[in-house]
T-cell receptor, first 116, second 109 residues
Framework: EADIYQTPRYLVIGTGKKITLECSQT?????MYWYQQDPGMELHLIHY???????EKGDLSSESTVSRIRTEHFPLTLESARPSHTSQYLC???????????????FGEGSRLTVL | AQRVTQPEKLLSVFKGAPVELKCNYS??????LFWYVQYSRQRLQLLLR??SRESIKGFTADLNKGETSFHLKKPFAQEEDSAMYYC???????????FGGGTRLMVKP
């Protein structure tokens, strides 16, 4: 079944640890995104990708990095986690092109990260 | 720079009452606006987009360029409408979405 998967759903780690949040989609979409969302707050775009080997930074500056080696996979990495990184991270994908499909993002269930 | 503002963090209405969730935007280009919804324990998903001029689950939204608004309306709220609603603006040739802060709608029985 076509879907977008995020793992882990919940992660509690200590300061200084390296973490990778996984995101995979079987939708066949070229475009993928990472949003950061603090509780009750806006979603902020932190990274996006138009395709393999394409990555761009979003509106909100983030210390995280991303890679896009395969179309379906868009992991996010924090080399040294800090308490300020505590947040929910949402991965999304969308089709390429314009028209009525523009703006329709398909979201994963999110990864809630807590850094102690 | 583009910005989306949802002035109400929480909106509480009784079942059967009309509901209007406000959304204002600022954008120098031609706006493409959307409403996304997140029901309890479900993913964020698209509710409707202004370009389609559609009604979904009884909700409608009209783009008012003069007032730079895209308010979401429903004449008779139902309990199952309780959710978080996010207004969003597409930019960068439609490749990026900027979201508002969201409004939690609570429909009381």
């Amino acid at each position: 079944e076509a879907d977008i998967y995020q793992t882990p759903r919940y992660l509690v780690i200590g300061t200084g640890k390296k973490i990778t949040l996984e995101c995979s989609q079987t939708m066949g979409h070229d475009k993928m995104y990472w949003y950061q969302q603090d509780p009750g707050m806006e979603l902020h775009l932190i990274h996006y990708s138009y395709g393999v080997n394409s990555t761009e930074k979003g509106d909100l500056s983030s210390e995280s990095t991303v890679s896009r080696i395969r179309t379906e996979h868009f992991p996010l990495t924090l080399e040294s986690a800090r308490p300020s990184h505590t947040s929910q991270y949402l991965c999304a994908s969308s089709e390429s092109g314009r028209g009525l499909n523009t703006g329709e993002l398909f979201f994963g269930e999110g990864s809630r990260l807590t850094v102690l | 720079a583009q910005r989306v503002t949802q002035p109400e963090k929480l909106l509480s209405v009784f079942k059967g009452a009309p509901v209007e969730l406000k959304c204002n935007y600022s954008y120098s280009g031609s706006p493409e606006l959307f409403w996304y919804v997140q029901y309890s324990r479900q993913r964020l998903q698209l509710l409707l987009r202004h370009i389609s001029r559609e009604s979904i689950k009884g909700f409608t939204a009209d783009l008012n360029k003069g007032e730079t608004s895209f308010h979401l309306k429903k004449p008779f709220a139902q309990e199952e409408d309780s959710a978080m609603y996010y207004c969003a603006l597409a930019h960068n040739a439609g490749n990026m979405l900027t979201f508002g802060g969201g409004t939690r709608l609570m429909v009381k029985p």
